[in-house]
């Protein structure tokens, strides 16, 4: 086991539409614009890094394959000071939407980087890469994420440290935590949620050892595919225990009050996906 890590529990059975599938045809399209927009991207070399730059293409991407974004707040971080921003994790599509919504370097297993195409895109926009199986690893990473944050950049962190179902699966690794308690930085949760005609969808889910082009495939075939992006108020503790205990409680507790969700595409609650 991991020192970050979990076991994941979560498998490519989990993934289904909440919808009707569309034609192979739109699909195909889809794909294909995906891949204009994705050449388009490598050709901006080294300038990918720049904010507004990576948080167009990143929008170019969510609009190929046709999947609209809602932001609440449009902001993850808490301006003029560095936030270790920690978010849920269902899909690769996540770090798309969140760097539409604002383009925040995060922590990546290592393997992502060797990914075709994929991986030098996120390298390029200043991916922190990191080893996963190494124990002697963990306390050079956090005093890393500590520097950055006492720099004042920004960090986002996927605490649950593997892809679930929704927001409320697995428990927050609290080791991440530690770095925003020795650099006295801000704790933001965010919330992603993903949804197709108002019900919860996990189609974009990519769990397990799914190989990535089959997690593409159901995104693609998906249709009126919604990701909502919520950054909840900062959180407080004096310990990283604390921290990643009332990160997870925003993180997964927001989106059930009554009326919660209204008007954006999103369910308050988090209903079973029946269609597969």
Not at 33 to 55: K, N
Not at 62 to 84: F, I, K, M, W
Not at 256 to 268: K, N, Q, W, Y
């Amino acid at each position: 086991m991991s020192p970050w890590g979990v076991e994941p529990l979560c498998t490519p059975a989990c993934a289904a539409h909440a919808a009707p599938r569309v034609p192979p045809g739109a699909a195909v399209r889809r794909c294909a614009g995906l891949a204009r927009v994705l050449a388009r991207a490598l050709a901006r070399g080294e300038g990918l890094a720049e904010p507004e730059t990576l948080r167009t293409e990143a929008r170019r991407v969510l609009a190929a394959l046709d999947v609209r974004l809602n932001a609440d707040p449009g902001s993850l971080t808490v301006p003029g000071t560095g936030t270790l921003v920690v978010a849920n994790h269902i899909s690769w599509l996540d770090v798309i939407a969140l760097l539409a919504v604002e383009p925040v370097p995060f922590v990546a297993k290592r393997e992502v980087g060797t990914w075709p195409v994929i991986g030098t895109l996120v390298r390029r926009a200043g991916t922190r890469f990191l080893d996963r199986d190494g124990l002697r690893e963990l306390p050079r990473a956090v005093a890393e994420l500590t520097r950055e944050l006492r720099a004042g950049r920004s960090v986002l962190v996927f605490p649950q440290a593997t892809t679930w179902c929704g927001a409320d699966g697995g428990r927050f690794a609290r080791a991440t935590f530690q770095a925003a308690v020795d650099a006295g930085a801000p704790v933001r949760p965010v919330t992603v949620e993903y949804a197709q005609h108002g019900r919860t969808s996990t189609a974009p889910g990519f769990f397990g050892d799914e190989p990535f082009p089959a997690s593409l495939r159901r995104v693609a075939r998906a249709r009126d595919l919604t990701v909502r992006v919520t950054a909840h108020p900062p959180v407080a503790g004096a310990d990283r225990r604390t921290l990643a205990t009332a990160a997870r409680a925003a993180v997964t507790g927001t989106r059930t009050g009554a009326g919660a969700g209204a008007g954006t595409g999103v369910p308050a609650r988090r209903p079973s996906v029946v269609r597969r």
